[in-house]
């Protein structure tokens, strides 16, 4: 077998997309109840399908690629780490709806996920930092946060969502 990223062998590269682990665990729930307010952490919520986390002051539209949040609950500490923090960032200052671990998130975009028995979301692409990451995580935030923001995704089944589900690829 060839070196697998020789050449123009799409095949072995699909494979080797293929292989991650299955399952992750929800690790936190994060609401906004009001533009521009912490986050609240909740042990758990309701999705809407096609529209938004309820609880929550975002109002995507309908069919949108940005209905919900996610990010990689290990950056947590690799974004501290470039702060100089000794502990874990709290999930909730980084805007985000959902911690995921056990997933390697990024390698889930334009696939599928669920989470829990209900809850179908179709991973959209990536949710980059914005300026805000200044004010939150103070200087440095927004370049700590690049290539860690997590990614966006699109309600495809709604239900309810707990901290501690179990996460698993569909496709």
């Not at 100089?84 to 696939?111: E, F, I, M, Q, T």
């Amino acid at each position: 077998m060839p070196f697998p990223f020789f050449g123009d062998d799409k095949s072995t590269v699909a494979r080797l997309l293929a292989t991650l682990p299955q399952t992750g665990r929800l690790e936190w729930i994060g609401q906004r109840p009001l533009r521009r307010e912490p986050l609240l952490a909740v042990p758990e919520a309701e999705l809407k399908t096609d529209s938004h986390l309820l609880g929550d002051h975002a109002r995507p539209k309908a069919g949108g690629k940005r209905q919900v949040t996610l990010i990689q609950h290990e950056h947590l500490a690799a974004v501290a780490g470039f702060l100089g923090l000794n502990a874990p960032v709290d999930p909730g200052r980084l805007r985000r709806n959902l911690a995921v671990s056990g997933l390697n998130l990024l390698a889930l975009k334009n696939r599928q996920i669920q989470i829990g028995t209900e809850v179908i979301l179709d991973i959209t692409g990536e949710c980059h930092p914005c300026s805000r990451m200044e004010e939150e995580l103070g200087p440095g935030g927004y370049n700590a946060m690049r290539g860690h923001g997590g990614l966006t995704a699109h309600i495809a089944q709604g239900g309810v969502i707990r901290v501690g589900d179990t996460v698993r690829v569909l496709s």
